[in-house]
């Protein structure tokens, strides 16, 4: 049951090393082929549970994604009522009701550890289910491949259309089938722009010409690469663009659930006449339902392939020939290789073991890292504070022996009203604050922070010169709000004389 069992029942099940190609032998005469032609892939249609599955993830997702910057969300006066905006003009991020500030970019990075750690989560358990399902690629190229069969037909249909010579009727499905791949390429260019404007706002100047530059630019470099991507590259961007193949390795193990050929029930395979026995044979007709279902064009009887990416559709294809041949279903299915293992060994499998070191490992850092994220969000402040201290002259002392500092004060008040600020100085005792364009004062002073803004004021700390440490003390600035209760502070260093 261990690893070199499994590799040994593998070689025996035909597997092959995934995307690599058949031994060449030299003869002298011929170059080595290191890399073969595309051949072209023609999936049929096929129906089922998890086909159906598909047909909602797709529907579901592509709602979503189209009708998403749409959706409204009331802020107040003054601010953008898109509910998911990323306002780089204004420098925000609005999701609903959080607005994310540029200083607050450590929110986005979470929510990226938070999607890897997920889909790490995801892999160890079910494989590439997210390659099958939610990969943008996956639903698109779905999409695309809809447009086609309308256009085209079904697989045998469309075999026959692309060996026919041209002719009125093939040029008009063609033509047709890239005209609408174009406009809903166009689509997804056009939606995507739209989340980084308002949306009505951009898509009436959009066609008027008045759009910004790179409303076009990115419009345009999206419409071209869901093309190419979804409409002409398909499972090549799965096989070789795509590092996750590569990485998901690294996550699995033998109690992973993947797309399984039962080898043990469905070999020896071939051909069976109606009324013909099942003694001494597999269920396996060899009928290739699968491999025809299959949108990356792959043997899934061949074992492990890099090029699965777990959608399931050979699975329907083959539980509905079962059906037909009255055999029982399930020869192609989610299964473990722990349980390949054992069905060849002749042993009951074993139940699946989601609760595993390595799945235990991400779904609690997962959960850790959405807990500070959440905490994050529930306590932080509305109000922000930061001092920088003037560098060209630390400080300088005045006839009365008193030394003065000079600072810049950046206000940061989201709030979406205007506030007035107390702004105190501890750390350095009778000391007075003066606001560039205002009268000295004992203690503290106030300033005035509007709405939803960055406000900077440049301030001089004056202190006696007798009470200093050497070098000078640090000193704390604290700015508060009473009407909220808010209060954040920056701490600094006030300079003096070295004696």
């Not at 969000?377 to 003065?404: C, H, M, N, Y």
């Given at each position: 049951m261990g690893s070199a069992t499994l590799i040994d029942l593998r070689a025996e099940r035909g597997a092959r090393r995934p995307g690599s190609m058949p031994p060449v032998e030299p003869d002298g005469e011929e170059p080595v082929v290191l890399y073969a032609k595309r051949k072209q892939i023609y999936p049929k249609l096929v129906s089922g549970k998890f086909r159906s599955l598909k047909w909602g993830v797709l529907a579901g997702s592509l709602a979503i994604y189209y009708a998403l910057p749409w959706l409204r969300w009331d802020r107040g006066e003054g601010a953008p009522n898109q509910a998911v905006l990323a306002d780089f003009a204004g420098g925000r991020f609005y999701f609903f009701g959080l607005e994310i500030w540029p200083q607050e970019v450590y929110y986005i990075t979470g929510l990226l550890i938070l999607a890897a750690l997920g889909l790490f989560l995801v892999t160890a358990l079910f494989g590439r289910i997210w390659c099958g399902y939610l990969c943008p690629q996956t639903v698109w190229t779905d999409l695309f491949l809809v447009v086609e069969r309308f256009f085209e037909g079904d697989?045998?249909?469309?075999?026959?259309?692309?060996?026919?010579?041209?002719?009125?009727?093939?040029?008009?499905?063609?033509?047709?089938?890239?005209?609408?791949?174009?406009?809903?390429?166009?689509?997804?260019?056009?939606?995507?722009?739209?989340?980084?404007?308002?949306?009505?706002?951009?898509?009436?100047?959009?066609?008027?010409?008045?759009?910004?530059?790179?409303?076009?630019?990115?419009?345009?470099?999206?419409?071209?690469?869901?093309?190419?991507?979804?409409?002409t590259m398909r499972e090549q961007v799965c096989t070789y663009m795509c590092p996750w193949p590569r990485i998901q390795g690294a996550l699995v193990d033998k109690d992973t659930i993947t797309v399984t050929y039962r080898s043990e029930r469905g070999d020896p395979r071939g051909a069976h006449k109606?009324?013909?026995?099942?003694?001494?044979?597999?269920?396996?007709?060899?009928?290739?339902?699968?491999?025809?279902?299959?949108?990356?064009?792959?043997?899934?009887?061949?074992?492990?392939?890099?090029?699965?990416?777990?959608?399931?559709?050979?699975i329907d294809a083959c539980d509905a020939v079962m059906k037909k041949i009255e055999r029982p279903t399930g020869l192609i299915a989610y299964d473990t290789d722990e349980n390949v293992v054992l069905r060849w060994m002749k042993q009951p499998a074993r139940p699946f073991r989601p609760l595993r070191a390595r799945t235990a490992l991400y779904a609690v850092?997962?959960?850790?890292?959405?807990?500070?994220?959440?905490?994050?969000?529930?306590?932080?402040?509305?109000?922000?504070?930061?001092?920088?201290?003037?560098?060209?002259?630390?400080?300088?002392?005045?006839?009365?022996?008193?030394?003065?500092?000079?600072?810049?004060?950046?206000?940061?008040?989201?709030?979406?009203?205007?506030?007035?600020?107390?702004?105190?100085?501890?750390?350095?005792?009778?000391?007075?604050?003066?606001?560039?364009?205002e009268n000295a004062t004992t203690a503290g002073a106030y300033l005035v922070a509007e709405a939803d803004a960055v406000e900077r004021y440049r301030i001089l700390v004056t202190a006696p010169g007798g009470g200093l440490a050497p070098g000078g003390p640090d000193v704390r600035f604290v700015l508060s709000d009473a009407a909220s209760h808010d209060r954040t502070i920056a701490s600094t260093h006030f300079s003096g004389p070295e004696n």
């Open positions: 697989r045998n249909a469309r075999m026959q259309l692309d060996k026919a010579p041209w002719s009125l009727n093939k040029a008009w499905r063609k033509g047709g089938k890239h005209a609408v791949w174009l406009l809903v390429s166009f689509a997804t260019g056009g939606a995507f722009i739209l989340y980084w404007h308002d949306a009505p706002s951009l898509a009436g100047s959009f066609f008027s010409g008045h759009a910004p530059t790179t409303a076009y630019v990115f419009a345009g470099l999206l419409t071209l690469t869901t093309y190419a991507l979804a409409g109606k009324g013909d026995t099942w003694e001494g044979r597999g269920d396996c007709i060899d009928c290739k339902q699968c491999v025809t279902a299959c949108p990356m064009g792959i043997d899934i009887r061949n074992g492990p392939q890099l090029e699965c990416i777990g959608c399931a559709l050979c850092v997962f959960v850790l890292t959405g807990a500070i994220m959440t905490v994050g969000l529930l306590t932080r402040s509305s109000l922000e504070l930061s001092a920088i201290k003037d560098r060209s002259v630390p400080f300088v002392q005045l006839q009365s022996g008193e030394v003065r500092n000079g600072y810049t004060l950046k206000v940061v008040n989201k709030a979406r009203e205007r506030r007035t600020l107390a702004l105190g100085v501890e750390g350095l005792p009778g000391a007075t604050i003066e606001i560039i364009g």
